[in-house]
């Protein structure tokens, strides 16, 4: 069996391109006002060629994933007049598609920026797509969740010699599923089997006994637990120990827009940040915004799953960097990254702090 992950070997992230060397983790919120105040009558001069709305506000592109509920804050930054707040216009451009897209679209001024999984962009970010990370915006997306009738319970050792479903398996789920089982003492080729399955099937596939443990985003696993008759038992999330402090969601821009409008970068991450914070303090506001993109799950519902979310975890800077560090290690453990590739040097090199 393969050694557990030493994380205890990862050296620090190299500065990233912009800081100041300032370590933020939780305070954007309290800090927006001043960043804004800031700005200055310079930096507005040298964006002026940046379209605006006639009401002198930066427009912005903002390509987001309407069925990921973790990502209910950019609707209320939207609804509740954040963005207009922090001096741009946001449009929001539906994507779902792969990442390699996305990331070429924010690459090629198709969109300006985006917010999404740091596991699905971390491996494409390592073929040079020009796109920037600029904050987390929280943690916890994904879990894995057991038939107790199967045998498992919540110690992941319990999954030994079991087949796990999951909608995509060459994807963020089985990567990160992967690095935690071996954290935990698996071997995640060797000890369990990963089978692909239509997401809508997951469910059906566990009843079955096809197999014996599902992997996926809420609200699909949450509601599958709650059809499940108390059958299903979570085993392992992305905020599980030693990734309780991670972040899961990213925000990333264009280099064109760092370079070009630095300004409206700067206040893009400010507003995603007072709407996570809203959704932190207020889970009740971001289910009902999101309600009426998902199928079958109530207010109550989407309440209980962002409740197991850390929205007022928002990672900038040298923390990002750090996070991207740890995640690029532990992925090129297992084979995802190439074995060349520095950790400390890519966080480095891919995350900008646009509130230095």
């Known amino acids: 069996m393969k050694a557990p992950f030493d994380h205890d ?12 060397g300032t370590s933020r983790r939780v305070v954007l919120g309290g800090i927006a006002a001043a960043a804004v105040a800031g700005l ?7 964006h ?3 379209p605006k709305t006639p009401k002198g506000l930066d427009r912005v592109r903002l390509a987001w994933n309407p069925n990921a509920l973790c990502l209910a804050p950019v609707l209320l930054a939207q609804n509740k007049g954040i963005f207009a707040r922090h001096g741009i216009d946001v ?30 962009w971390i491996k494409p970010l390592e073929q040079g797509f020009d796109v920037r990370l600029l904050a987390g915006t929280h943690g916890g997306c994904i879990r894995m969740s057991g038939s107790r009738r199967a045998g498992v319970t919540p110690d992941p050792l319990s999954l030994k010699g079991k087949t796990i479903g999951l909608a995509e398996i060459t994807g963020a789920s089985r990567n990160a599923f992967a690095v935690l089982l071996k954290y935990h003492g698996l071997d995640p080729d060797r000890d369990v089997e990963w089978r692909q399955f239509p997401q809508a099937l997951l469910g059906e596939a566990l009843r079955k006994g096809e197999v014996q443990a599902i992997a996926d985003s809420d609200p699909v696993l949450f509601l599958e637990e709650k059809a499940s008759d108390g059958d299903m038992v979570e085993v392992i999330s992305n905020l599980s120990h030693p990734w309780q402090n991670r972040v899961c969601c990213v ?5 064109f827009m760092l370079r070009e409008n630095p300004r409206a970068a700067k206040a893009l991450v400010l507003a995603m940040a007072d709407a996570a914070n809203l959704c ?21 519902d989407l309440v209980a799953i962002l ?7 928002h990672p900038l800077g040298r923390d990002l960097a750090g996070d991207v560090t740890r995640y690029t290690a532990e992925l090129r453990a297992i084979g995802v990254m190439k ?10 090199s891919i995350v900008s702090d646009v509130l230095a």
Do not use: C
């Open 9 to 20: 070997a990862i050296r620090d992230p190299e500065t990233p391109p912009r800081t100041g």
């Open 91 to 120: 449009e929001l451009i539906s994507y779902a598609g792969s990442t390699d897209q996305l990331l070429e679209a924010m690459s090629t001024r198709k969109a300006d920026a985006g917010v999404g999984m740091i596991l699905r």
């Open 251 to 255: 925000i990333g821009a264009g280099g």
């Open 307 to 313: 409740k197991t979310q850390t929205h007022a975890n």
């Open 48 to 50: 002026e060629a940046w």
């Open 40 to 46: 200055g009558f310079d930096l507005a001069r040298r």
């Open 339 to 348: 074995p060349t590739t520095d950790p400390a040097r890519f966080a480095g």
């Open 280 to 300: 932190s303090s207020d889970p009740h506001e971001a289910a009902r915004a999101f309600l009426p993109y998902t199928r079958g799950a109530s207010v109550d």
